[in-house]
């Protein structure tokens, strides 16, 4: 089956610094990749939908400035938390849909985030 | 607007005994429907979905869910539950016309031996 990846797995870092995850999928061509949020014991929050050589679409309340993403190819996508605080510290997952398919996203493992 | 309700936070059952898991979801438009698993710490594997033709839907492990257009609704079902079906478990829609996957608050799912 479509698999996706994420690195790194957890990260730690200190505010105000920037930390990118990076998704990619390993067997397929994603040209629609999309990051969501998940915080503890909640449900996933799209934050983003990327298409590849374009400029991501941000759902409502979104900062772009401050989560950039690129889709620089086919089988990558990166977030990028720039300027991180406290607040941001949360579960990142990515999720990728295969070119030839309009329905099923494949996700990938996730990212735990944690901003001292 | 989209959304979708999945009403039941919290599901405790003991081994072997059947389960369903509730999800009822709201659109103005056709949507597709999907359960997604997620295990600790980890991503969201996909159960099953529902895009078109027969309404019972068969996935992996032993679940299956039924989709019923007058009553809104997709639960999740499984006749025999093990200790590793312990997990958190998505409902989630997306309506033809978007490229937007809406979740529901996710149902946790505890097997008791």
């Known amino acids: 089956g479509a698999v996706v990846s994420q690195h790194p797995s957890w990260v730690i870092c200190k505010s105000g610094t920037s930390v990118k995850i990076e998704c990619r999928s390993l067997d397929f061509q994603a040209t629609t990749m999309f990051w969501y949020r998940q915080f503890p014991k909640q449900s996933l929050m799209l934050m983003a939908t990327s298409n590849e050589g374009s400029k991501a679409t941000y759902e409502q309340g979104v900062e772009k400035d401050k989560f950039l993403i690129n889709h620089a190819s086919l089988t990558l996508s990166t977030l990028t938390v720039t300027s991180a605080h406290p607040e941001d510290s949360s579960f990142y997952i990515c999720?990728?849909?295969?070119?030839?398919?309009?329905?099923?996203?494949?996700f990938g493992p996730g990212t735990r985030l944690t901003v001292l | 607007a989209q959304s979708v309700t999945q009403l039941d936070s919290q599901v405790p059952v003991f081994e072997e005994a059947p389960v369903e898991l509730r999800c009822n979801y709201s659109s103005s438009v056709s949507v597709y429907l999907f359960w997604y698993v997620q295990y600790p710490n980890q991503g969201l594997q996909l159960l099953l979905k529902y895009l078109s033709g027969s309404t019972l839907v068969k996935g992996i492990n032993g679940f299956e869910a039924e989709f019923n257009k007058s009553q809104t609704s997709f639960h999740l079902r499984k006749p025999s539950v093990h200790i590793s079906d312990t997990a958190e478990y998505f409902c989630a829609a997306r309506s033809y016309n978007t490229d937007k996957l809406i979740f529901g608050t996710g149902t946790r799912l505890q097997v008791f031996p």
């Open positions: 999720s990728a849909r295969t070119s030839g398919s309009t329905d099923t996203q494949y």
